[in-house]
Nanobody, 119 residues
Framework: QVQLVESGGGLVQAGDSLRLSCAASVQTINIWRLGWFRQAPGKERAFVADITSSTGITNYANSVKGRFTISRDNAKNTVYLQMNSLQPEDTAVYYC????????????WGQGTQVTVSS
């Protein structure tokens, strides 16, 4: 079973940057796709970005495109989310997730890390 542990959240001001990390308990090269999701208070969990481990191909939600960058380091079994130009609407709990194979949905989730952006 894949274990995921997020870190890097915190309280920042609008316009600041943060980098989230997600360490996997298995080799990320063996995980088909890794993603970041977020859940704001009173809202459903929403897709933020994902990356295919083997190719590095990325996808982003429109709301973060151009501001956030997802990357992975397969040597460290870690996926990152670089968040720039943060806005109050980015405030949420951010979750890392693993999709092991293309035929299955996201199966493993981290515990989440809080990101709070003040105006």
């Amino acid at each position: 079973q894949v274990q995921l542990v997020e870190s890097g959240g915190g309280l920042v001001q609008a316009g600041d940057s943060l980098r989230l990390s997600c360490a996997a308990s298995v080799q990320t090269i063996n995980i088909w796709r890794l993603g970041w999701f977020r859940q704001a208070p009173g809202k459903e969990r929403a897709f933020v970005a994902d990356i295919t481990s083997s190719t590095g191909i990325t996808n982003y939600a429109n709301s973060v495109k151009g501001r956030f960058t997802i990357s992975r380091d397969n040597a460290k079994n870690t996926v990152y989310l670089q968040m720039n130009s943060l806005q109050p609407e980015d405030t949420a709990v951010y979750y890392c997730a693993a999709r092991l194979v293309p035929t299955r949905p996201y199966q493993a989730w981290g515990q989440g890390t809080q990101v709070t952006v003040s105006s």
